[in-house]
């Protein structure tokens, strides 16, 4: 038996049998495009199929999608909780949350392609899912506390697309993901429809088609494949002839354009030393593991890796809530220990803290003993020991939406906290200030020459966030960062890169850099973000007690005007920009295939004229567009090579040819 026809007698035991596995490696903590895309395909085409025939089945699809983001993200989930079968039970109820939100999107698209008036183009309702789907994903990772955490929105492989972050954020991601998921669909639905048709044929001879063909093919109303196959056995008429194939083509060949400016910039980051950056070096504290019988606080070896590494950097991060303070007082001395350093080494210090969220000791109860995690940039200039003072946004949960009791509710907490595969404690509070933003005078690198100073020092922007407040949309600041400090501790190698390509795409959003430094356990550190290339400055992997590490990276200079660097599109304008941007493709689309019906219309009037434009004057148009397109082309081709071809040939390599 053909797969073809394999699939279109068995439709639901074929998709699930694909989607387990797709799932599997589509949905893990870092999603890539391709992976994603595929599974996408495959359940449009199992959608269709429920949806005209049994929707019953749409329990079992959510249910095996559940169970291959269950596996995907297995080793992280167990770790979660303390129990490993509640930690699976949790991380079920996850998977099957995010795969019904993933179907919604499925359903619209089905509504629109096959119920929706005959007026509506086959382009609006090709570019209709992938719309829809970055829509949905855009407005729910808003509205829920983890933001794009466990969403099918892909970290990884996004290469072609990056340029994109810059003006819609993760929506155009996952529009491009969508896009090529419609057009694998549509041309995986045309490859089984060639076999359907067969049956189809076969079935006329008996005045039926049996149900789960039709199904497959087609809507039982229309008498129409979703892909054109037509239902009547005529196959003079091809499917990839149909309006529907053409709107796939033209969705196809937009997402092949928008990969073209990754081609035209650089994949490599700013470069240290130019007239249009300035050097900047940052160090990420990591002291080693403290023991449980030594005499020193984790204060103590926070400042004795701070001296070490100071010589070496500028600004000195540390990992988040890398000491704990009981009282105010505690927090004042240690602040006091901490600008001694800054001022005495000459360097900005982000001192990463825990304490309690209220300091006042008549108010009792449960809430007198939430904390709240802080990170304090620390000025070496004693008339400004402290630049600015942060308080994480975003914990997993803060605090259950409903009051439960005590218990009913740290149940709760800690199931929601597995249940998006983030590790926060019952025992925070959130803050609900916008992080903050400053500028730092940097001083001229040792090593400078004395004329290059004269540009010193330079104005350094700076702003912060903590760990999980990078799974949302950062909030607007006043001017355009230049860098973004990001103490984050994470428990799992694969969370870790989770987060860290989430903060380098906050970076790519506002064009900032972003210093992450985790001190968790297998965590990843590194410099990400914009002007960082393709993947981060520093990748470095480090267990419980790692080490520290300095790199030195550029950011953009604008050689000493007054004028601040304008924002980036999307820092400005948020997802509105993300909306025009859907709105634009629709457009594009649909003049494209208003004009694809100009040039294939053809055929002759009663009167013996023709109307539009028939095949021989296509081939005339390619032929004037062609050298155009190559002459382009050409342009954008490297220097050297243009070079090598313009070189004369040796005689001695013409005569031995």
């Known amino acids: 038996m053909k797969l073809q026809r394999y699939i279109t007698v068995h439709p639901y035991l074929s998709y699930n049998a694909l989607a387990l596995p797709l799932s599997w490696v589509a949905l893990s903590s870092t999603p890539s495009v391709a992976s994603v895309s595929l ?24 249910l095996n999608l559940a169970v291959g983001s269950t596996l995907a993200n297995l080793s992280a989930s167990t770790t979660a909780l303390s129990s490993p079968a509640s930690s699976i039970t949790i991380a079920l109820f996850r998977g099957a949350v995010f795969s019904f939100i993933a179907f919604i999107p499925l359903a619209i698209r089905h509504t629109i392609t096959r119920q929706a008036s005959t007026t509506v183009s086959p382009w609006l309702k090709t570019a209709a899912f992938p719309t829809v789907w970055a829509v949905s994903w855009m407005f729910f990772t808003s509205s829920n506390p983890v933001g794009r955490i466990g969403s099918w929105t892909p970290l990884t492989g996004d290469e072609g697309y990056r340029w994109l972050r810059q003006y819609t954020g993760f929506a155009g991601i996952d529009f491009v993901v969508a896009g090529w998921a419609e057009a694998f669909a549509g041309l995986a639905g045309l490859w089984i429809q060639g076999s359907a048709d067969e049956d189809v044929d076969e079935h006329h001879h008996n ?16 008498g129409t494949g979703e892909y054109g196959a037509v239902q009547n056995g005529n196959h003079q008429q091809q499917a990839a002839q149909s309006p529907r194939s053409k709107s796939t083509l033209i969705l196809a060949a937009i997402l092949f354009f928008l990969s073209v400016p990754s081609y035209l910039i650089s994949p490599l980051p700013l470069p240290v030393w130019s007239e249009s950056t300035t050097p900047v070096s940052v160090a990420c504290v990591l002291p080693p593991h403290r023991s449980p019988n030594s005499p020193k606080t984790p204060l103590d070896l926070m400042i004795l890796e701070t001296r070490a590494v100071a010589p ?18 505690e927090r004042k001395e240690a602040v006091k220990v901490v600008q001694d350093t800054a001022k005495n080494n000459k360097v900005w210090i982000g001192m990463s803290f825990e304490e309690p969220a209220n300091n006042d000791d008549k108010e009792g109860g449960h809430r007198a003993k939430l904390l709240r995690n802080g990170m304090a940039l620390i000025s070496p200039d004693p008339k400004e020991p402290v630049v600015f003072e942060y308080f994480k946004r975003n914990l ?9 009791h005590p218990f009913a509710e740290r149940f709760a907490n800690e199931a929601l906290s597995s249940c998006f595969t983030v590790a926060e404690t019952y ?3 959130p803050s609900h200030d916008n992080p903050p933003f400053a500028t730092i005078p940097l001083p001229p690198p040792p090593s400078l020459p004395k004329p290059e100073q004269r540009s010193y020092p330079r104005p350094i922007s700076l702003t912060t966030s903590i760990c999980l407040d990078f799974t949302q949309p950062f909030p607007s600041v006043p001017h355009h960062p230049h860098i973004i400090l990001a103490p984050a501790r994470t428990w799992h190698p694969g969370v870790g890169l989770a987060m860290a390509s989430l903060a380098g795409a906050r970076g790519d959003e506002l064009g900032a850099s972003v210093v992450w430094c985790d001190g968790g356990s297998g965590a990843v550190n590194g410099v990400y973000g914009y002007g960082r290339g393709n993947r981060g400055l520093l990748i470095e ?12 990276f550029g950011v953009p200079y604008n050689g000493g005007k007054d004028e601040e660097r304008p924002k980036t599109v999307y820092a400005s304008a948020g997802g509105s920009a993300a909306l025009a941007f859907f709105a634009a493709i629709l457009g594009v689309g649909w003049g494209a295939e208003k004009i694809f019906e100009r040039l294939t219309a053809g055929g002759g009037s009663e009167d013996g004229e023709e109307h539009g434009l028939g095949l021989e004057h296509v081939q005339q148009l390619g032929g004037l567009v062609y ?9 954008f081709r490297p220097q050297r090579e243009r070079e090598r071809e313009r070189r004369p040939v040796p005689v001695g390599a013409l005569v031995d040819a």
């Open 207 to 222: 005045g039926h088609a049996s149900g789960e063909q039709q199904g497959l093919i087609g809507h039982p109303h229309d």
């Open 427 to 429: 025992s925070h509070i």
């Open 627 to 635: 050298p155009v397109l190559g002459r382009v082309i050409g342009y």
């Open 312 to 329: 070496r950097a500028k600004i000195v991060l540390w990992p988040e809530s890398a000491v704990s303070f009981r009282t105010s007082t």
């Open 541 to 552: 992997e480090v267990g419980n007690g790692g080490k520290s590490w300095v790199a030195t």
């Open 39 to 62: 599974l996408l395909g495959v359940l449009i085409l199992q959608t269709t199929t429920i949806l005209n025939r049994d929707r019953r089945q749409i329990i079992f699809l959510i």
């Open 396 to 404: 997993v949960p803060s605090k259950s939406p409903l009051e439960l």
